[in-house]
C-alpha cells in the first residue's frame, strides 16, 4: 500500500506542471465557462480577510477622525504609495548606469581527451580552476545616461503627484459619503416629522367624521396621505443605508460596519463663501496634483528626447577582465604538470551607430512629438481645472441662496400647515387645504436638509477640486 500511495504522490507531482498547460478558453459562446481552477480562485477568494479595522461602535465621528481613518486603510492609498517606492527604485536602477559594474567568476572545469601520436593515442586529462573579475564602465556616453536618470527621477515625481492625488480623492470620496449620510439622516427626521404630521390630520379627519363633521373622503384622503409619508419614510431609510455603506467602504471597512457619526443639527454650515474664484483658480493651478503630474510627464518627455538625440553619437567604455588560473596537466605514463597565471584583458570599445536606416531620426521624431503632445496635455489639463473650479464656484454660490431660500419655505410652510390644522379644527377649512399644507411643509422639510447639506457638499466640492484638502493646513489632524 506505501508503494502505491507513492507512487500516486509522485504521479500528482510530476502532472502538475500539466495542469496549468491544461487550460482552456469557453467551450462555447453561448454557456458560462467553469472548471477546477474557477473553484480554486474562489475557495482563495473565501478565504482571504479583511485586515482588522480600528472602529469603536459606540464612538460619534467626526469628519476629520473618518478623513484620517480612511487615508490610513482605505486600500487605494496603499496601492498608490507602493508604486511610488517601486518607482523611486527604477530611479536607483537609472542612477547606478554611472557607476562602473563588477562582477566575479568562479570555474572548475576537468577537460579528458585523446592526444594522437604517431600511431597510437594517449589520454591526457586537464583539471582548471578559474576565478575571474569582470569590470566594464561607461566613460562617456553624450548624456544618454544622465537623461535616463532624469526622466526617471521625473517619472518618481509624476508617482508622488498621483500618490497625493489619490489622497485627494479618498478624501473627497469620504467628505460626499459623509454628507449623503448626513443628508439621509436628516431626510429620516423630516419624513418621521411628515408622518406624525400625516397622523395628525388622519387622527382629526377621524375624529371628526365620528361626530358627523367630516365625509369618508376626507378620511380617505388623510390616510392615503399617512401611507404616502409612511412609503416616503421608507424610501429614504433604504439610501440611509446605501449612504453607510458607501462611507465604509470609501474608509476601506467593510460595508457593514455601523458608523456613528453626528447629527446634521450639530454640524457647523457655513454662511457665505471667503475669496473670490480668481484666487480659487489660483490655488487649483498652484496645487492640483493631476496638473503637476502632467507637468512631471512634460520633464519626461523632455529628457527621452536629450537621449534619443543622444544616440547619434559615439559611446566609449572601458572594460578589465582578470582572471586568477591554476591548470593541472596529466598525460597517460607521464607525471602531473601544474601550473598558476593571472591572465586577462583591458580593453576600450567605441561604439558608434553609422547606419540603421532611419531608427534613431524616427525615434528622435517620435520623441518630438511626445514632448509637444505633453505640452498640449498641461495646457488641457489647465483649461479643465479652471472649468472645474468656476462650476464649483458658482455651485456654492447657488447653494448658499437655495439655503436661503429653503429656510424661508420651511417657516412659512411649518405656519401655513399650523394655521390650515387649527382653522381645520375648528370647521373653518376643509381637509383638502390640510393635506395640501402637510404636503407642502413636508417638501419644504426635504428641502431644507438637502439645502443644507448641499452648502456642504458642494463647499467640498470647491475643496477639491482647488487641492485645498491635501494642504498642511487643511484641517486639523485627528487624535
Same mark, same amino acid.
Given at each position: 500500500m506505501r508503494g502505491h500511495a507513492q507512487k500516486a504522490t509522485l504521479c500528482s507531482i510530476l502532472l502538475a506542471p500539466f495542469s496549468v498547460f491544461a487550460q482552456s478558453p469557453p467551450a462555447s459562446p453561448d454557456r458560462p !465557462?467553469?472548471? =477546477?481552477?474557477?473553484?480554486?480562485?474562489?475557495?482563495?477568494?473565501?478565504?482571504?480577510?479583511?485586515?482588522?479595522f480600528p472602529l469603536d461602535p459606540d464612538k460619534i465621528y467626526s469628519l476629520p477622525e473618518l478623513i484620517n481613518l480612511a487615508e490610513a486603510h482605505n486600500p487605494e492609498t496603499r496601492v498608490a504609495w507602493e508604486n511610488a517606492r517601486a518607482q523611486a527604485e527604477a530611479l536607483g536602477i537609472a542612477a547606478s548606469e554611472l557607476y562602473p559594474a563588477l562582477s566575479a567568476v568562479a570555474l572548475a572545469s576537468v577537460d579528458r581527451s585523446e592526444i594522437p601520436f604517431g600511431s597510437q593515442f594517449y589520454r591526457q586529462t586537464i583539471p582548471d580552476f578559474q576565478v575571474s573579475l569582470d569590470l566594464s564602465y561607461t566613460i562617456f556616453d553624450f548624456g544618454a545616461r544622465r537623461e535616463r536618470i532624469d526622466a526617471e527621477s521625473a517619472r518618481l515625481l509624476s508617482a508622488n503627484f498621483a500618490f497625493n492625488d489619490i489622497h485627494r480623492r479618498v478624501i473627497y470620496q469620504v467628505e460626499q459619503a459623509y454628507y449623503r449620510l448626513l443628508s439621509t439622516a436628516g431626510q429620516e427626521a423630516a419624513a418621521r416629522a411628515s408622518l406624525a404630521n400625516a397622523q395628525t390630520v388622519q387622527q382629526a379627519?377621524?375624529?371628526? @367624521?365620528?361626530?358627523? @363633521?367630516?365625509?369618508?373622503?376626507?378620511?380617505?384622503?388623510?390616510?392615503?396621505?399617512?401611507?404616502?409619508?409612511?412609503?416616503? @419614510?421608507?424610501?429614504?431609510? *433604504?439610501?440611509?443605508?446605501?449612504?453607510?455603506?458607501?462611507?465604509?467602504?470609501?474608509?476601506?471597512?467593510? #460595508?457593514?460596519?455601523?458608523?456613528?457619526?453626528?447629527?446634521?443639527?450639530?454640524?457647523? $454650515?457655513?454662511?457665505? %463663501?471667503? *475669496?473670490?474664484?480668481?484666487?480659487?483658480?489660483?490655488? =487649483?493651478? #498652484? /496645487?492640483?496634483?493631476?496638473?503637476?503630474?502632467?507637468?512631471?510627464?512634460?520633464?519626461v518627455a523632455n529628457a527621452e528626447q536629450k537621449e534619443a538625440r543622444a544616440a547619434?553619437?559615439?559611446?566609449?567604455?572601458f572594460r578589465a577582465s582578470p582572471t586568477a588560473e591554476s591548470a593541472f596537466l596529466?598525460? /597517460?605514463?607521464?607525471? !602531473?604538470?601544474?601550473?598558476?597565471?593571472?591572465? *586577462?584583458?583591458?580593453? %576600450?570599445?567605441?561604439? !558608434?551607430?553609422?547606419?540603421?536606416?532611419?531608427?534613431?531620426?524616427?525615434?528622435?521624431? /517620435?520623441?518630438? #512629438?511626445?514632448?509637444?503632445? =505633453?505640452?498640449a496635455q498641461v495646457s488641457a489639463a489647465?483649461?479643465? &481645472?479652471?472649468?472645474?473650479?468656476?462650476?464649483?464656484?458658482?455651485? %456654492?454660490?447657488?447653494?448658499?441662496?437655495?439655503?436661503?431660500?429653503?429656510?424661508?419655505?420651511?417657516?412659512?410652510?411649518?405656519?401655513?400647515?399650523?394655521?390650515?390644522?387649527?382653522?381645520?379644527?375648528? *370647521?373653518?377649512?376643509?381637509?383638502?387645504?390640510?393635506?395640501?399644507?402637510?404636503?407642502?411643509?413636508?417638501?419644504?422639510?426635504?428641502?431644507?436638509?438637502? =439645502?443644507?447639506?448641499?452648502?456642504?457638499? $458642494? @463647499?467640498?466640492?470647491?475643496?477639491?477640486?482647488?487641492?485645498?484638502? &491635501?494642504q498642511a493646513n487643511a484641517r486639523k489632524p485627528g487624535p
Amino acid at each position: 500500500m506505501r508503494g502505491h500511495a507513492q507512487k500516486a504522490t509522485l504521479c500528482s507531482i510530476l502532472l502538475a506542471p500539466f495542469s496549468v498547460f491544461a487550460q482552456s478558453p469557453p467551450a462555447s459562446p453561448d454557456r458560462p !465557462w467553469h472548471s =477546477a481552477v474557477e473553484r480554486q480562485i474562489a475557495n482563495e477568494a473565501r478565504q482571504s480577510h479583511r485586515p482588522p479595522f480600528p472602529l469603536d461602535p459606540d464612538k460619534i465621528y467626526s469628519l476629520p477622525e473618518l478623513i484620517n481613518l480612511a487615508e490610513a486603510h482605505n486600500p487605494e492609498t496603499r496601492v498608490a504609495w507602493e508604486n511610488a517606492r517601486a518607482q523611486a527604485e527604477a530611479l536607483g536602477i537609472a542612477a547606478s548606469e554611472l557607476y562602473p559594474a563588477l562582477s566575479a567568476v568562479a570555474l572548475a572545469s576537468v577537460d579528458r581527451s585523446e592526444i594522437p601520436f604517431g600511431s597510437q593515442f594517449y589520454r591526457q586529462t586537464i583539471p582548471d580552476f578559474q576565478v575571474s573579475l569582470d569590470l566594464s564602465y561607461t566613460i562617456f556616453d553624450f548624456g544618454a545616461r544622465r537623461e535616463r536618470i532624469d526622466a526617471e527621477s521625473a517619472r518618481l515625481l509624476s508617482a508622488n503627484f498621483a500618490f497625493n492625488d489619490i489622497h485627494r480623492r479618498v478624501i473627497y470620496q469620504v467628505e460626499q459619503a459623509y454628507y449623503r449620510l448626513l443628508s439621509t439622516a436628516g431626510q429620516e427626521a423630516a419624513a418621521r416629522a411628515s408622518l406624525a404630521n400625516a397622523q395628525t390630520v388622519q387622527q382629526a379627519s377621524e375624529e371628526r @367624521l365620528r361626530n358627523g @363633521l367630516a365625509t369618508l373622503p376626507d378620511v380617505l384622503e388623510a390616510r392615503s396621505a399617512t401611507a404616502q409619508a409612511q412609503y416616503d @419614510l421608507e424610501a429614504v431609510l *433604504g439610501a440611509e443605508q446605501i449612504a453607510r455603506g458607501d462611507l465604509a467602504t470609501g474608509l476601506g471597512a467593510s #460595508a457593514t460596519t455601523m458608523i456613528r457619526i453626528q447629527p446634521l443639527s450639530e454640524v457647523p $454650515t457655513p454662511e457665505s %463663501l471667503s *475669496g473670490t474664484v480668481e484666487q480659487a483658480i489660483d490655488r =487649483a493651478l #498652484a /496645487q492640483r496634483p493631476d496638473l503637476e503630474r502632467e507637468l512631471a510627464g512634460v520633464r519626461v518627455a523632455n529628457a527621452e528626447q536629450k537621449e534619443a538625440r543622444a544616440a547619434f553619437y559615439p559611446s566609449l567604455g572601458f572594460r578589465a577582465s582578470p582572471t586568477a588560473e591554476s591548470a593541472f596537466l596529466h598525460q /597517460q605514463a607521464l607525471p !602531473w604538470g601544474h601550473t598558476t597565471d593571472l591572465t *586577462g584583458s583591458v580593453a %576600450l570599445n567605441l561604439n !558608434w551607430t553609422v547606419f540603421d536606416a532611419g531608427a534613431r531620426r524616427s525615434r528622435m521624431r /517620435q520623441a518630438d #512629438a511626445d514632448a509637444q503632445q =505633453a505640452e498640449a496635455q498641461v495646457s488641457a489639463a489647465r483649461d479643465r &481645472i479652471e472649468d472645474e473650479v468656476w462650476t464649483a464656484y458658482s455651485n %456654492l454660490n447657488t447653494a448658499f441662496r437655495q439655503r436661503e431660500a429653503a429656510t424661508a419655505l420651511l417657516d412659512a410652510a411649518t405656519q401655513s400647515y399650523s394655521a390650515a390644522l387649527e382653522s381645520y379644527n375648528y *370647521g373653518v377649512r376643509n381637509l383638502l387645504d390640510v393635506t395640501a399644507a402637510q404636503k407642502v411643509l413636508a417638501q419644504a422639510r426635504f428641502s431644507d436638509v438637502l =439645502a443644507r447639506t448641499q452648502v456642504l457638499s $458642494t @463647499l467640498s466640492d470647491l475643496a477639491f477640486y482647488a487641492a485645498d484638502s &491635501i494642504q498642511a493646513n487643511a484641517r486639523k489632524p485627528g487624535p
